[in-house]
C-alpha cells in the first residue's frame, strides 16, 4: 500500500532558531502534500496544501513566511518552522495524495515539535 | 470553505453495546468521507470511508452511513471491545480542491 515517510519524529530546538520536516512518498507519486498542526486533545488542522512544482495555498491565519513549505518533487514536501517559539510546540502530520480524493490520503508518522 | 462538525466529543459505552458517532458537513462538494482511529501521539488510522455515490458501507463490525441531502454522515461500531478505546475523527475531502478537513473528534471509551 501507499506508504508516507515523514521525519524527524521529534525534535527539540531552542527558540529563535528554524525546524525542518520532511514528508517523503515511497510508493507514489504525491501530486498534492497536505500539512496539519495538532495540539495536545485537538483535532489536526489543515495549515497549508502544496503541489508539486507551485507555490503552496496557506489556509486563513497561518503565516506563510512563518511556516515555508517546499514541495520540489513528486515525492518530497519540507516544512520548515522559521524562528520558532514555544506557542509553535505541537504535533504536524503530512498527508500525500495522488491529486485526486479517488486516491484517498496516506498520513506521515508525525512530528512532535518541542521549543523550548 | 468546508466546515465539518463532529459529535459527541466524548462517548462512554458498556462493552459489548453500539457506538455512533455523527458529523455533517457544510461544502455540497465533498465527496469523499473517511473515518480516522488515533492513538495518542500516533498517526491517525483509516478505518472506513464512503464515497458520496454510496449510501452505506459496511466492514465487520464497523458501518459508516452517508446522507447526501442533509449532509451528514455516521460511524457505527458495534459490539464494541476495550481495544476500540480511541479518539475517532470522521473528515470530509472536496472534489473540488482535495482538502480533506477533520471533526472536532470523539474520544470513545469502552468498559470492561
Known amino acids: 500500500g501507499a506508504v508516507v515517510s515523514q521525519h524527524p519524529s521529534r525534535v527539540i530546538c531552542k527558540s529563535g532558531t528554524s525546524v525542518k520536516i520532511e514528508c517523503r512518498s515511497l510508493?507514489?507519486?504525491?501530486?498534492?502534500m497536505f500539512w496539519y498542526r495538532q495540539f495536545p486533545k485537538q483535532s489536526l488542522m489543515l495549515m497549508a496544501t502544496s503541489n508539486e512544482g507551485s507555490k503552496a495555498t496557506y489556509e486563513q491565519g497561518v503565516e506563510k513566511d512563518k511556516f515555508l513549505i517546499n514541495h520540489a518533487s513528486l515525492t518530497l514536501s519540507t516544512l520548515t518552522v522559521t524562528s520558532a517559539h514555544p506557542e509553535d510546540s505541537s504535533f504536524y502530520i503530512c498527508s500525500a495524495s495522488g491529486g485526486s480524493v479517488n486516491y484517498g490520503y496516506t498520513f506521515g508518522s508525525g512530528t512532535r515539535l518541542t521549543v523550548v | 470553505g468546508e466546515n465539518v462538525e463532529q459529535h459527541p466529543s466524548t462517548l462512554s459505552v458498556q462493552e459489548g453495546d453500539s457506538a455512533v458517532i455523527k458529523c455533517t458537513y457544510s461544502d455540497s462538494a465533498s465527496n469523499y468521507f473517511p473515518w480516522y482511529k488515533q492513538e495518542l501521539g500516533k498517526r491517525p488510522q483509516l478505518i472506513i470511508d464512503i464515497r458520496s455515490n454510496v449510501g452505506e458501507k459496511k466492514d465487520q463490525r464497523i458501518a459508516v452511513t452517508l446522507n447526501k441531502t442533509a449532509k451528514h454522515f455516521s460511524l457505527h461500531i458495534t459490539e464494541t471491545q476495550p481495544e476500540d478505546s480511541a479518539v475517532y475523527f470522521c473528515?470530509?475531502?472536496?472534489?473540488?480542491?482535495?482538502?480533506?478537513?477533520f471533526g472536532q473528534g470523539t474520544t470513545l471509551q469502552v468498559k470492561p
Open positions: 473528515a470530509a475531502a472536496s472534489g473540488n480542491t482535495g482538502k480533506l478537513i
Open positions: 510508493d507514489f507519486q504525491a501530486t498534492t
